[in-house]
T-cell receptor
Framework: SAVISQKPSRDICQRGTSLTIQCQVD?????MFWYRQQPGQSLTLIAT?????????ESGFVIDKFPISRPNLTFSTLTVSNMSPEDSSIYLC????????????FGPGTRLTVL | GDSVTQMEGPVTLSEEAFLTINCTYT??????LFWYVQYPGEGLQLLLK?????DKGSNKGFEATYRKETTSFHLEKGSVQVSDSAVYFC????????????FGQGTRLTINP
């Protein structure tokens, strides 16, 4: 398994600003993922972040809006840029440790409210 | 593309009732299947998984069997408790390729005493 922490746990932001969310894992992992959970909805994958390569974005998500960094095997950041109220969601990072056969472990999430 | 469909919610049951939450999937390959649970105010936790056809995943009294012929992975529990109240998500992940999770829409379960 893996223990994942996220910062901040929640934030309230003004439209037009940006917020960077941090994800820290207690062990080295190759694959990290960023998901969005809009209010009352399911989880949608934003991008996959592998260390040493550019993040791979899903349809409907672009790097200019959600830039991701992955500087090492235990850390990643997701920035939500030029925010609007539609970006109000819970943002979760997850990891797929080696040998777990696609099983993913999730962080506690960052609850973002954009006014 | 791959997709997961869960039964519509919310679901409300009395304590000790039998639970079934239906889940069907569409995938091009042979995915791994998962049930995740989100308790109130908590993060997403893996409840159980199955990695190949006819596998049965089980945990905390919950079970689900990977049925390739019906492309289903229904969640069952014989006697639910108030503490089982949560949102349940069915999900799949392709074994090859990006290994991303595709989630169903989630089913909110409320158990009344």
């Amino acid at each position: 398994s893996a223990v994942i922490s996220q910062k901040p746990s929640r934030d309230i932001c003004q439209r037009g600003t940006s917020l960077t969310i941090q994800c820290q894992v207690d062990s080295q992992v190759t694959m990290m993922f960023w998901y969005r959970q809009q209010p009352g909805q399911s989880l949608t994958l934003i991008a996959t972040a592998n260390q040493g390569s550019e993040a791979t974005y899903e349809s409907g998500f672009v790097i200019d809006k959600f830039p991701i960094s992955r500087p090492n095997l235990t850390f990643s950041t997701l920035t939500v840029s030029n925010m609007s109220p539609e970006d109000s969601s819970i943002y979760l990072c997850s990891v797929a440790p080696w040998g777990t056969y696609n099983e993913q472990f999730f962080g506690p999430g960052t609850r973002l409210t954009v006014l | 593309g791959d997709s997961v469909t869960q039964m519509e919610g919310p679901v409300t049951l009395s304590e000790e009732a039998f639970l079934t939450i239906n889940c069907t999937y569409t995938a091009t390959g042979y995915p791994s299947l998962f049930w995740y649970v989100q308790y109130p105010g908590e993060g997403l936790q893996l409840l159980l998984k199955a990695t190949k056809a006819d596998d049965k995943g089980s945990n905390k009294g919950f079970e689900a069997t990977y049925r390739k012929e019906t492309t289903s992975f229904h969640l069952e529990k014989g006697s639910v408790q108030v503490s089982d109240s949560a949102v349940y998500f069915c999900a799949l992940s392709e074994v090859q390729g990006a290994q991303k999770l595709v989630f169903g829409q989630g089913t909110r379960l409320t158990i009344n005493p």
